[in-house]
C-alpha cells in the first residue's frame, strides 16, 4: 500500500493524535509524530507543535533504526533547552532569541542537511512501517 491510499487511517490517527494523544498505539505514535517531519523537517518540528512530543519523536525515529536523525534532534537539544524542551512554539522561540541570529542558523542549516539526506530513507521506512503493521488499512 502506498501511503497516500492510507489517507483515511492517516485522518483518523491525526484526529486521534490531536485530542487524544496518549490513546494512540505505539505504531500510530510513529505514524503521527514521523509524517510531519517528512513533510516539513527537523526545524518546522521545532517552530510548530511538532516539538511538544520531542522526547516521543526521538524514541519514534530510534523505533524506525533512524538513530543518526534521533542524534542531531538530541545535539540541537542540548545546546538550545539544555533544561528539556518547552511546550509551544511562542515558548521555544523565547529561547531561540537568547541566542545569535547566525549561529542559530548555522545550527539549524546543520541540522536539516543530514535530515534531507536521509530523508527518502526515513519516509520508505515510515512506508514499510504502515504496511507491515496494517495502520494504514
Do not use: C
Amino acid at each position: 500500500m502506498i501511503r497516500e491510499e492510507a489517507e483515511p487511517a492517516w485522518n483518523k490517527i491525526v484526529s486521534l493524535g490531536f485530542s487524544e494523544y496518549s490513546k494512540l498505539t505505539r505504531e500510530q505514535r510513529v505514524w503521527f509524530n514521523i509524517e510531519p517531519l517528512l513533510a516539513f523537517g527537523l526545524w518546522e518540528h521545532y517552530v510548530n507543535y511538532g516539538a511538544d512530543k520531542n522526547i516521543d519523536v526521538i524514541e519514534d525515529l530510534e523505533y524506525l533504526n533512524f538513530q543518526s536523525i534521533a542524534n542531531r534532534l538530541n545535539e540541537f537539544n542540548k545546546i538550545y533547552f539544555p533544561e528539556g524542551v518547552p511546550k509551544g512554539p511562542d515558548a521555544r522561540q523565547e529561547h531561540f532569541d537568547n541566542f545569535s541570529k547566525e549561529q542559530l542558523s548555522d545550527d539549524i542549516d546543520r541540522m536539516d542537511e543530514k535530515f534531507w539526506e536521509l530523508h527518502e530513507d526515513l519516509n520508505n521506512a515510515l512506508t514499510a512501517h504502515i504496511n507491515k503493521t496494517g495502520i494504514g488499512k
